[in-house]
């Protein structure tokens, strides 16, 4: 029996950070040599040990991770404390074969509710660097830099810059109190930006202690398709491959699931993207289905399931009448369905309320399909008072 084995009565593994593991941007540099990651995390719960997971899901090869330390951080991810080494089976380094993943030891660490802390993670030799999602936010945010700088307490600035990039990195977990939880968060780009960070903030900010947001999202990706080109690989894997790798979360039992709009607005037709075919565009039933299949599985799961509307698409670059109105109909059919728990409307919370196929004045990042930094804080918000019950 190791240290993971041997949980204290009234103590349980809860995921306190999480991201997606999608494929990320294809380029001739796929590859990284001599290399540190460095994500700063606030952590959501209190607790004594902590345990990283680290995944390889999307990639083609074994990677081999050289090195991995936690340690108390500001948020830009200088050292305020002592920096202590990952274990993966009494090990340093770890190997991790194309398609899975590995938990590592526990590790001592206490730790208290919003607490910074930095984990770091060296790639010593040429690394396949497909496994990993591009995620954006108040909260987030990552650095690389050149050479083993693990147990450096500040990175070289001639050396280092900033990512938002969290390769492999896909879930910390923080041995905490029995009553503690994890609320996931899934969906596409637009979960993939901010509004998670403000829904954590707003926790934290009205004094949770025992509740961690779990994001899991990935840019471009769709319910029912996936692009098996590459092109558009970095787009993501479709929902039924997604998902169950996905959505279990240790310590979690809440799932908001706002996924959808990339199925209405990425078919265009052959004659102007040959692999984006009409045959692609879904009808409602189509995406009743891949909502329903979502459902089905998060209460296996164990899970409550809520369903969050599609935002406004007026004037993006693939807007239609037609589009428009399979939006509006899949949101009603949230907004109605008994098969979720609820709805949490972040349609109504951003829209132009004189014109509700628009976003509100200063709600548009300015593409007409993603929010503006103000929606994305007005959409964590509605999240946070959608389930503030389940939050303390």
Not at 91 to 112: E, L
Not at 217 to 228: N, P, V, W
Not at 231 to 241: E, F, H, N, R, T
Not at 255 to 268: A, E, L, R, S, T
Request: charged letters at 25%; proline letters at 5%; one cysteine or more.
């Amino acid at each position: 029996m190791n240290k993971s084995d041997m949980i204290p009565e009234n103590k349980k593994w809860v995921a306190s950070f999480g991201n997606a593991i999608s494929i990320t941007h294809r380029k001739p540099e796929n590859y990284a040599k001599n290399l540190t990651l460095r994500y700063p995390i606030k952590s959501m719960l209190t607790g004594e040990q902590i345990r990283l997971t680290l995944d390889n899901f999307c990639g083609n090869e074994a990677v081999t991770i050289h090195r991995v330390t936690i340690a108390p951080s500001d948020e830009t991810g200088v050292f305020t404390g002592e920096c202590r080494d990952v274990t993966f089976g009494g090990n340093p380094s770890v190997t991790i074969p194309a398609g899975k993943s590995v938990v590592s030891d526990a590790t001592d660490y206490p730790i208290s509710t919003g607490d910074w802390f930095s984990v770091s993670f060296y790639l010593a030799d040429f690394t396949e660097m497909r496994s990993g999602v591009i995620i954006t936010g108040p909260l987030s945010g990552g650095h690389f830099s050149i050479g083993d700088q693990t147990r450096a307490v500040q990175l070289p600035e001639k050396t280092s810059n900033k990512t938002d990039c969290y390769y492999f990195l896909s879930t910390v977990e923080v041995l905490t109190h029995a009553k503690a939880h994890s609320i996931v968060c899934f969906g596409d780009s637009i979960t993939a930006q901010d509004w998670p960070d403000y829904f954590m903030n707003y926790a934290l900010e009205n004094g949770s202690d025992s509740t961690a947001i779990i994001r899991r999202a990935a840019s471009g990706t769709r319910i029912l398709r996936q692009y098996d080109n590459i092109v558009y690989d970095s787009y993501g894997l479709k929902g039924d491959i997604r998902f169950p790798h996905e959505a279990p979360v240790n310590g979690a039992d809440i799932i908001v699931i706002q996924h959808g709009i990339n199925d209405i607005i990425h078919p265009v037709g052959v004659e102007h993207n040959k692999f984006r075919p009409w045959s692609d565009m879904p009808t409602l039933a189509d995406l009743i289905e891949g909502l329903t299949y979502y459902i089905k599985e998060s209460r296996a799961l164990g899970y409550r399931v809520y369903l969050g509307t599609l935002l406004p698409i007026r004037g993006w670059r693939t807007d239609a009448p037609f589009r428009e109105d399979l939006r509006c109909k899949l949101n009603d059919w949230m907004r109605q369905t008994d098969l979720a728990d609820g709805c949490i409307d972040f349609d109504r919370a951003v829209r132009n309320p004189d014109k509700p196929e628009s976003f509100a004045e200063g709600f548009d990042s300015g593409d007409h399909l993603h929010p503006s930094r103000d929606a994305y804080r007005k959409m964590g918000e509605t999240a946070y008072l959608a389930l503030k019950d389940d939050i303390f």
